[in-house]
């Protein structure tokens, strides 16, 4: 307990807490002052928990925290039931481990605490959840939680990989360096090709090339997709002539009463596997990940927790043996019982043998799969490396090949089982010298004690060592410096064969470069006709290219003025048609025919607003007229409520109602009032 209270002193004396504690003003701290540095602690970790103890009630308090160490997957030492009452009441027991366990995880808990702003979940009712909006709210913010995971975990991962931003500093400013040094690069290289002369047909020579070369590694590219697409469509062809093959040799022979029977017993076989077998497994899947889940995220037990586990473990399995031991002692059942018991066995039998049947089936299907794509994996590798799947007589061919081989492998195996057994044997006598020249070694060890020169033979044999690794050393310096000189010898001579043989081919070259040089020259004067009959015709195509690009122009520009003019008559058409019906209508001599009419519907329209503003400009008027006399009014009942309020208020004061003395009053009151209505408006109680 003393190192726990100097540990948490020594802390909170640091920054950033400066609390300037000692073991005994520590130790006598109130339950307030307790829970205050408590609190301060919290804050540390998570900003949000800066609050006054002594402005916060006890039960918000002991929530607050309470609420906050679950978050932070704190594990009490005492019972978790009693924990709010014990930091209610500011136990030291209690909260100086809290305390201790804060600030020696306080980074780490930091971490969790920013975690927990963005991945603590909302518990939403499942009776809100059947609102769409609310639904897809909540989808939403499950994605932004997994998506806030995945970045954090990327954050993680890059902070751990060593990366830095002075080192990122550092290579931007040396590619900012490069890049300045290539721009200047490309200035030089421009003003030295704008120095030269017909630098323009050059340049655009140079964009044809670099255009015609990226087109040709385009055509190169899709070139290549079209042999893939192509190798993989005869490959597929090659698998189903197989399967055909494969299915017309499985159907000779058979009768549709066979291949019925065998497809119904791959359906029982299917069946047993979906409704049974996969959802057993998935069931155990799902509850294994349950279990998982749930440990994971409970926190980290220490040994002591581990051992008490154990401990139950143990103590359940001892329970449930004396019970097993007192059902086999107690069971005398009935034949009936008997032969329930042998149905069940027998049950239980057929089951597991159904499940091993079935699993056996998995585990030959997953080979059969694997097999296949091992197969495929083949053909393709001989396909690439130009070599074909042996078949017919060639088969035949190799596999008696491989017989007479395997005779010879079986008479070298029998071979090599002979010569393992005599190197065990001599293994065996190796050992047993081995034990005899330690035990001849412990001997002499022992003489060379009784006779005082201990560790002589090991000195012998040092010595010995020391210089046969010595001649063995000036052995090899000599060989070293024999084979230098040999090796200086052998070049020299090789140098001057080459030389021998060069010469020659030196005079043979000659021609050949002096013919080299007239066909470049020939070369050049070609290529500069090519090039100028190429530049012509490019600016043809070109001229032809944009005259077909205005003419598109033009053309669009006129279908979209053909549309726009065609929209707008039918618009005009509309609106004629509706004069036409609408004089119709106001011609007509049928007052039915005029009241449908958009000029009487609007007339009487006009009439209904106009009778409407004039009642509501009657309501205004009046409403302007009684106003003065309406505030008096009101103004005379607030004064007769507060008149009234008084009234009772004086009443409570005095313990009763209004007596005698206000009831002899009321008269003169009346007479006053009912004299000063003669010149004023007043309220007369």
């Known amino acids: 307990m003393s190192d726990q209270l100097k540990y948490i002193i020594g802390e909170l004396n640091k920054e950033p807490f400066n609390k300037g504690f000692n073991l005994i003003a520590f130790d006598s701290l109130e339950s307030t002052q307790l829970l205050q540095v408590l609190?301060?602690?919290?804050?540390?970790?998570?900003?949000?928990?800066?609050?006054?103890?002594?402005?916060?009630?006890?039960?918000?308090?002991?929530?607050?925290i309470v609420s906050t160490l679950k978050i932070l997957k704190y594990r009490p030492t005492t019972d978790p039931g009693q924990l709010p009452t014990s930091i209610v009441q500011g136990d030291k027991h209690v909260v100086q481990p809290i305390i201790e366990w804060l600030l020696r995880n306080k980074q780490k808990?930091?971490?969790?605490?920013?975690?927990?702003?963005?991945?603590?979940?909302?518990?939403?009712?499942?009776?809100f959840l059947a609102d769409a909006k609310i639904s897809e709210l909540n989808e939403e913010y499950e994605t932004c939680i997994k998506s806030f995971t995945e970045i954090h975990k990327?954050?993680?991962?890059?902070?751990?990989?060593?990366?830095?931003?002075?080192?990122?500093?550092?290579?931007?400013?040396?590619?900012?360096?490069?890049?300045?040094?290539?721009?200047?690069?490309?200035?030089?290289?421009?003003?030295?090709?704008?120095?030269?002369?017909?630098?323009?047909p050059m340049l655009a020579m140079a964009r044809n090339l670099r255009m015609e070369r990226d087109r040709d590694d385009q055509l190169k590219k899709q070139k290549q997709e079209q042999r893939n697409l192509l190798t993989q469509l005869e490959n597929r062809i090659k698998r189903l002539q197989i399967q055909i093959k494969e299915v017309t040799q499985a159907s000779i022979g058979t009768t549709p009463s066979g291949l019925l029977q065998r497809i119904e017993e791959e359906a029982r076989v299917n069946t047993y596997m979906v409704k049974d077998k996969l959802p057993s497994e998935i069931g155990a899947m799902k509850r294994s990940v349950q279990q998982l889940t749930r440990i994971a995220s409970e926190p980290a037990m220490g040994q002591s927790e581990l051992d008490l586990i154990n401990q139950k473990i143990r103590e359940a399995n001892a329970e449930i043996n004396q019970l097993m031991e007192k059902r086999m002692l107690s069971s005398e059942s009935s034949d009936k019982l008997a032969g329930l018991g042998a149905l069940r066995q027998q049950a239980s039998i057929s089951r597991r043998k159904k499940e091993e049947a079935a699993e056996t089936l998995h585990h030959t299907r997953e080979k059969l799969q694997s097999a296949e794509a091992e197969r495929d994996d083949h053909h393709e590798k001989l396909k690439q490396t130009g070599g074909e799947v042996v078949k017919g007589d060639e088969f035949n061919k190799y596999v008696n090949k491989m017989r007479s081989k395997r005779t010879v492998y079986s008479e070298?195996?029998?071979?090599?089982?002979?010569?393992r057994a005599e190197a065990g044997v001599l293994t065996r006598t190796e050992d047993i010298l081995a034990q005899k020249y330690e035990d001849i070694n412990k001997d002499l060890s022992s003489v060379e004690a009784q006779r005082g020169v201990s560790g002589f033979r090991n000195t012998q044999d040092a010595l010995e060592n020391v210089s046969a690794m010595k001649s063995e050393f000036d052995t090899m310096k000599g060989r070293t410096l024999e084979d230098m000189s040999e090796m200086v010898e052998k070049l020299t001579k090789k140098i001057a064969m080459k030389k021998a043989a060069v010469a020659p081919m030196l005079q043979e070259l000659r021609p050949m470069r002096q013919q080299f040089q007239e066909l470049s020259q020939t070369y050049n004067e070609k290529k500069s006709a090519y090039d100028s009959m190429s530049n012509g015709f490019e600016g043809n195509r070109s001229k032809l290219e944009q005259d077909v690009h205005a003419l598109r122009e033009e053309t669009l520009a006129m279908e979209h003025r053909f549309h726009y003019l065609n929209a707008l008559t039918q618009i005009l058409e509309g609106q004629a048609q509706r004069t036409e019906d609408e004089m119709k209508l106001y011609v007509s001599s049928d007052t039915g025919d005029k009241k449908k009419s958009m000029r009487e519907q609007y007339t009487k329209k006009i009439q209904e607003q106009e009778s409407l503003g004039k009642n509501l400009r009657d309501k205004q008027k009046s409403v302007r007229e009684n106003q003065d006399t309406n505030v008096k009014q009101v103004k005379m009942w607030r004064d007769v409520e507060r008149l009234l309020q008084a009234k009772l208020q004086l009443a409570r004061r005095n313990g009763g109602h209004i007596g005698g003395s206000d009831s002899d009053q009321q008269p003169s009151k009346q007479g006053r009032m009912a004299g000063s209505s003669a010149t004023e408006d007043r309220l007369v109680l």
Do not use: C, H, W
Not at 109 to 127: G, H, Q
């Open 39 to 64: 609190t301060d602690v919290l804050a540390e970790i998570d900003p949000k928990q800066k609050v006054d103890v002594r402005e916060e009630a006890a039960d918000e308090t002991a929530i607050r």
């Open 109 to 127: 808990l930091k971490e969790r605490a920013y975690l927990a702003n963005y991945l603590v979940r909302i518990n939403v009712p499942p009776d």
């Open 154 to 200: 990327e954050y993680v991962t890059t902070k751990e990989s060593g990366f830095s931003t002075t080192d990122v500093k550092k290579d931007i400013a040396s590619m900012e360096d490069e890049k300045e040094q290539l721009v200047k690069r490309i200035e030089r290289l421009k003003r030295k090709v704008e120095a030269s002369p017909n630098s323009g």
């Open 412 to 419: 070298k195996y029998r071979q090599m089982a002979e010569l």
